[in-house]
C-alpha cells in the first residue's frame, strides 16, 4: 500500500450536540502520512467525538474536516465494538472488508491476514457471542486493518486487550505508518503511546492544548522526576510518613521505594531526608514518561469529573 497523499485535516471543528454540550470547540490539527498520532486527554476531553467526526458518524457544528485517503479506505474502530453476534468471528471481519468495497478475493484473504495479526485464526470460525471480552475487541481491530487502509482511526483499540496484544496492535500500527499510512489513536496507555506513537496530540475540555513529537512533549517535563531507592532494610512507618510527604504513586516492595516527587521536592532534599532516616544501597533518578508529564502538565490536572468516556 503506497500511502503518499493521504491526509487528515481539521480546521477549526466545533460539535455541538444536542442537549448543548459542546464535544470539542475550535479542533484544529493536521496529520501527514507516515506517522502514528496518540490522541490523549481525560475522560470527556472530546477524543471520541473528534474521532467520530473523522468516521463520519457525526458531522461538525462549525468547521471542517478533511479525509484523503491515498487507496480511498479508511480504517475505523469504534470505542464500543459493533458486532453482528449472528455471524462468526471471520463473517464479521469480512462483513467490514465488504463494506470497504472490497472483492470477495480480497475480503477473503485479508481477513486470513487481519485475523492473524490479531491473533484470532484459531477462533475465525467461532460464532462472536462465544468470545471473551479482550477477544471482541481484538475482532473490532481486526476490522479496522482490514484492506490495509491508507487512514486508520482507532477509538481507545486497546481498552481490555492484554499487554501481549496491545504491543502486538502498535507494532502494526506503526508499521502500516511506516508504509504510509495516516494512524490516529486514541488511549489512555500513555506507556504505549510513549513507546509506538510519533506524535501527541493532546485534548483538553475539547480543545488541543498539545500537539507536537512525543520526543518535544517529553522535554517540555524536564523539571519532572520520580526516585527509585534501594534502601537497606524496609521502610518503618516513620519513614514511610516521610516518603509519603515528599512522593506520589509511592510503591514500596520491600526495601524498594519509587515515586514522583511532589511539587517542590528537589533531589537534594529527598536525599537529605531519606539519609537521614536510612541507609541507601542504590538510587536512581526517574527522568520523566509521558505519563509524569501528562500528570503534571497542569496544576489540579487529574480526573475532571466529567462523565466517563
Ligand atoms: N452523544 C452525546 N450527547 C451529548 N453529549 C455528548 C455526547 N457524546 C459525548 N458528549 C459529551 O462531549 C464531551 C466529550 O466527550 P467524548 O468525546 O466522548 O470524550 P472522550 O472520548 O475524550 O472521553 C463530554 O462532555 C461528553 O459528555
Ligand atoms: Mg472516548
Not at 459493533?82 to 462483513?95: K, Q, R
Not at 471480552?133 to 482507532?154: E, S, T
Not at 499487554?163 to 500500527?173: H, I, K, N, R, S
Not at 510527604?245 to 529527598?270: C, M, N, W, Y
Request: hydrophobic share 40%.
Amino acid at each position: 500500500m503506497s500511502g503518499a497523499g493521504s491526509l487528515v485535516s481539521v480546521e477549526g471543528v466545533g460539535k455541538r450536540y444536542r442537549n448543548g454540550v459542546w464535544g470539542v470547540r475550535d479542533v484544529t490539527f493536521r496529520l501527514p502520512a507516515g506517522r502514528v498520532t496518540g490522541l490523549v486527554g481525560p475522560n470527556g476531553a472530546g477524543k471520541s467525538t473528534t474521532l467520530n467526526l473523522l468516521g463520519g458518524l457525526i458531522r461538525p457544528t462549525t468547521g471542517t474536516v478533511e479525509m484523503v485517503s491515498a487507496n480511498g479506505r479508511v480504517g475505523w474502530c469504534p470505542q464500543v465494538d459493533l458486532i453482528d453476534w449472528s455471524l462468526t468471528v471471520a463473517e464479521n471481519v469480512l462483513l467490514g472488508g465488504r463494506l470497504l468495497g472490497l472483492g470477495r478475493k480480497e475480503a477473503r484473504s485479508s481477513t486470513a491476514a487481519v485475523l492473524e495479526v490479531t491473533g484470532l485464526s484459531a477462533c475465525a470460525e467461532r460464532n462472536a457471542e462465544t468470545l471473551s471480552g479482550g477477544q471482541l475487541r481484538r475482532m473490532q481491530i481486526a476490522r479496522a486493518l482490514i484492506g490495509d487502509p491508507a487512514v486508520l482511526i482507532l477509538d481507545e483499540p486497546t481498552s481490555g486487550l492484554d499487554p501481549e496484544g496491545t504491543d502486538v496492535l502498535f507494532g502494526e500500527l506503526r508499521a502500516r505508518a511506516r508504509h504510509g499510512a495516516v494512524v490516529l489513536v486514541s488511549s489512555h496507555d500513555l506507556h504505549s503511546v510513549e513507546s509506538f506513537a510519533d506524535d501527541i496530540l493532546l485534548l483538553e475540555a475539547g480543545t488541543v492544548v498539545a500537539h507536537s513529537p512525543v520526543q518535544e512533549f517529553l522535554a517540555r517535563g524536564e523539571e519532572v522526576v520520580g526516585v527509585e531507592v534501594d534502601l537497606d532494610a524496609p521502610p518503618d512507618g516513620a519513614l514511610r510518613a516521610l516518603l509519603a510527604g515528599q512522593l506520589v504513586e509511592l510503591s514500596i516492595d520491600g526495601s524498594h521505594v519509587a515515586g514522583r516527587f511532589k511539587p517542590g521536592t528537589t533531589t537534594a532534599g529527598f536525599l537529605r531526608m531519606v539519609l537521614s532516616a536510612a541507609e541507601v544501597a542504590d538510587f536512581k533518578q526517574r527522568t520523566a514518561s509521558l505519563r509524569d508529564v501528562y500528570l503534571a502538565r497542569s496544576p489540579g490536572a487529574g480526573p475532571s469529573g466529567r462523565e466517563a468516556s
